[in-house]
């Protein structure tokens, strides 16, 4: 499952990932991982919570970003939910239909390892399509 958090800034797309973030730590199975694009939130969730900066990982890419989720579930088969935060900031895409791509790479990514994702995205970058609608 992918969900999609858009919104323009300063909606309030991070806090509610937060507060998602948070109450997930109350009934998750496994782990629950964050990706942000610079240390920002390590006061804002739960210690449980494994946060990654994305600043620290030449992710500036969705194909470089494909590879670093993809290793990262690889390495550790108990991820059962990754949270990003602000996806076009960490890779850089703006193009809709790339990132549309992406989503549904994602989704099958999620389906076949069952696991969950939710992304938030700056809708100030780009008009999203149909296709990236979906996921909202």
């Known amino acids: ?4 958090i858009l919104d323009k800034a300063g909606a309030g797309k991070t806090k509610q990932l937060i507060e998602q973030i948070n109450a997930e730590t109350e ?3 496994g782990n629950l991982v964050c990706i942000e694009p610079k240390r920002e939130l390590t006061y804002d969730l ?3 919570i494994r946060l990654v900066p994305a ?6 890419s ?3 970003f494909q590879g ?6 690889a390495s550790n088969y108990d991820i059962t939910h990754i949270f990003i935060d602000n996806l076009i900031k960490i890779t850089g895409e703006k193009d809709p239909v790339r990132i549309e791509t992406f989503l549904n790479w994602l989704d099958s990514f999620s389906e076949k390892n069952n696991i969950k994702f939710t992304i938030t995205m700056n809708a ?4 999203p399509t149909e296709g990236i609608k979906k996921f909202c």
């Open 68 to 73: 670093f989720l993809a290793g990262m579930y």
């Open 124 to 127: 100030d970058h780009f008009t």
């Open 62 to 64: 969705l194909e470089a």
């Open 46 to 48: 739960h210690y449980h």
């Open 1 to 4: 499952m992918v969900r999609v």
């Open 27 to 29: 009934v998750a199975q």
């Open 55 to 60: 600043e620290d990982y030449p992710v500036r």
